[in-house]
């Protein structure tokens, strides 16, 4: 990971850069009929035999660049305002699970779990943001907006034409909003917070079963589409020693993760 940070007179600009080399090793059932009821080392010894079809038997590497960069300008000695980008991933591994639990109605179709293992797309997004920050003597306001472009973004939905449920990495999705925060300090002993945002989150393409059709999004069992949401928070302290943690809503430019439950 490479981070750079530079400052003339007004403007402070920060940028950095990160690679992961993420190798998911291999996944294997084996057959369990005659074992019994043994511990897990014990049931290895009887060298059981592996079930190919519900199995992904080779490592697979999953690897990229994720830039980030902001730039701040003072406007006034009270007042700044940024933009900033980020790239940010996470990968799913939980397919399995749910291929494991409903295994004969995948084979019935002739799918194995090598085909959805290879199937998996690293989730991507690009995430632009604009806000100011205003800092008066006893009080301050934040106002951001933003916007985010989905690439792989999973959901977990019914597939009629295999009558299972399962996750899959389907489609684009994009996401804006706007968040505002507040604090105010109007006794030395007394802080205020408050916060409002207002988001959106939707596919932008269709999302297709086994079968090609189009699925409803009634069907989305974690559905990403939908209505707007808001969320509001007041909070106030008799301390002004901290601040109260915001809910922040919004993906930020410069968080990346990557998710390895099973």
């Not at 019914?158 to 299972?164: C, G, I, R, S, T």
């Not at 449920?165 to 802080?191: F, H, M, V």
Request: proline share 5%.
């Amino acid at each position: 990971y490479l981070t750079m940070k530079y400052r003339i007179e007004k403007v402070r600009m920060e940028a950095g850069l990160k690679y992961i080399h993420y190798k998911l090793p291999s996944l294997i059932t084996y057959k369990t009929d005659g074992i019994g009821d043994l511990s897990h080392a014990q049931a290895l010894a009887q060298n059981p035999m592996i079930e190919d079809s519900a199995s992904a038997l080779n490592s697979k590497l999953v690897t990229g660049f994720f830039p980030n960069f902001s730039l701040s300008y003072l406007l006034q000695s009270n007042l700044t305002a940024h933009i900033s980008y980020g790239k940010n991933y996470v990968y799913h591994v939980n397919i399995y699970p749910y291929f494991n639990s409903q295994k004969s109605k995948f084979l019935n179709k002739g799918i194995s779990f090598q085909q959805i293992w290879d199937k998996g797309e690293m989730e991507t997004s690009h995430n632009f943001e604009f806000g100011v920050r205003h800092i008066a003597e006893n009080w301050r306001i934040d106002p951001v907006v933003y916007f985010s472009l989905h690439q792989n973004k999973q959901a977990v939905f019914y597939d009629k034409d295999l009558d299972a449920i399962y996750p899959q990495n389907a489609a684009d999705a994009r996401g804006y909003g706007l968040e505002i925060e507040a604090e105010a300090t109007p006794l030395k002993s007394l802080k205020c917070y408050g916060s409002f945002s207002y988001n959106r989150f939707y596919f932008s393409e269709n999302v297709y079963n086994t079968a090609g059709e189009v699925i409803d999004a009634g069907a989305r069992i974690q559905i990403c589409s939908g209505p707007a949401t808001t969320n509001s928070s007041i909070s106030i302290r008799s301390s002004p020693t901290s601040s109260p943690t915001s809910p922040r809503s919004r993906p930020t430019a410069v968080q990346t993760r990557a998710t390895t439950s099973p």
